[in-house]
């Protein structure tokens, strides 16, 4: 597999590209970056908190 394939939709939760957003600054010196949230498989920032409680709930017995 190349190396930005995943085996499950699981791999994908996760590192969300960051965009530079230039529009609504004039500062050069700084740099206003977006989080592309929605690109997680399930389109939402829940996604990783998701993963997350559901990973520890494995790891605890709880499922």
């Known amino acids: 597999m190349g190396k930005n394939m995943q085996n499950s939709l ?27 949230e929605y690109l997680n498989p399930g389109g939402s920032i829940k996604d990783r908190a998701a993963l997350y409680m559901i990973e520890q709930a494995e790891k605890s017995g709880e499922l």
């Open 10 to 36: 699981l791999g994908l939760i996760g590192n969300t590209p960051l965009v530079e957003v230039k529009r609504f600054n004039d500062n050069p010196e700084v740099k206003i970056l977006a989080k592309l």
